[in-house]
């Protein structure tokens, strides 16, 4: 398969570029930070340097390609919110990175998808848009905002036979979550983090989540009546 990942330079990312070409893959790496380019390519691997907020530069450089198979589109960065500050700037670039990167990606990669005889389209979203989060108005709210974007597009884009997924980790050990100030329960490694999602996504499976003690409880908790969800979160806060 030809395949694009978009926030390869980096943890979760990173780990799928490295597995995928390991499985014989041809595998496009994508990031911004030379150093970490440099080395997937000293493995092997094709790169490209794309700040995928640009939307011009994106364009440019996925129009260099002929078609893709398989998208993984993984870029995405977190902010969280300290009240009594409440940052609108904050929730705009959380937004720019996670949210606006994310369709100016799927704008640039989905004619090379059409192209593919099974393309397929993958975003990275979160557990974290299951519930509300404490601290996580801006992040949640991206990922809720990727969730949709994407769940709508599986609808859409049915008739064309792409294959649309949503992947949703729950913690995972990376340079992003080593900034966390708080407990992370069951946070797994990044290699783990692959397995499960090379696997839900060999599978076409339209939502990969896991672990799953962690997002289905997640998911169990959403159903609680917002009252008692509030009294909990709020106690969740440091
Ligand atoms: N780790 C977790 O527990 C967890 C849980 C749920 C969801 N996620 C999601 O999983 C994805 C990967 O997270 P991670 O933990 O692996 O984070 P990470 O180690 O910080 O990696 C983030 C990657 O995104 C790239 N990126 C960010 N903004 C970009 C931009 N504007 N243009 C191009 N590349 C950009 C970074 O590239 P450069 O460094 O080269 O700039 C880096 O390769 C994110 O979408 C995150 O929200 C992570």
């Not at 994106?58 to 300290?82: H, K, M, P, Q, R």
């Not at 792409?162 to 069951?186: Q, R, Y």
Request: net charge neutral; proline share 5%; aromatic share 6%.
């Amino acid at each position: 398969m030809k395949i694009v990942i978009t926030g390869a330079t980096s943890g979760i990312g990173r780990q799928l570029a490295m597995d995928y070409h390991a499985e014989g893959h041809e595998v496009y790496a994508l990031g911004r930070n030379e150093q970490a380019l440099e080395e997937l390519r000293s493995h092997g691997l094709s790169t490209g340097k794309v700040d995928l907020t640009d939307k011009e530069a994106t364009l440019v450089w996925f129009s260099t390609l002929e078609s893709v198979d398989l998208a993984i589109l993984n870029a995405g960065t977190c902010e969280y919110v300290d009240l009594p500050q409440f940052d609108s700037s904050l929730i705009q670039r959380v937004m720019r990175s996670n949210v606006e990167s994310m369709a100016i990606s799927i704008e640039a990669v989905l004619p090379l998808l059409r192209k593919s005889a099974t393309g397929h389209l993958a975003a990275v979203g979160s557990s974290a848009a299951y519930v509300p989060l404490p601290r996580a108005e801006a992040y949640g709210a991206s990922k809720a905002a990727i969730a949709y974007m994407i769940n709508t597009l599986r609808i859409d884009l049915h008739q064309e036979n792409i294959t649309v997924s949503l992947i949703c980790p729950g913690f995972v050990k990376t340079p992003l979550t080593d900034l966390n100030d708080f407990p992370m329960p069951f946070r797994i490694s990044v290699e783990q983090a692959s397995n499960y999602i090379r696997n839900g996504l060999s599978k076409k499976r339209a939502e990969v989540h896991f672990p799953k003690r962690f997002t289905v409880l997640l998911k169990l908790l959403a159903l609680l009546p917002s009252p008692l969800w509030t009294k909990i979160g709020s106690k969740m806060v440091k």
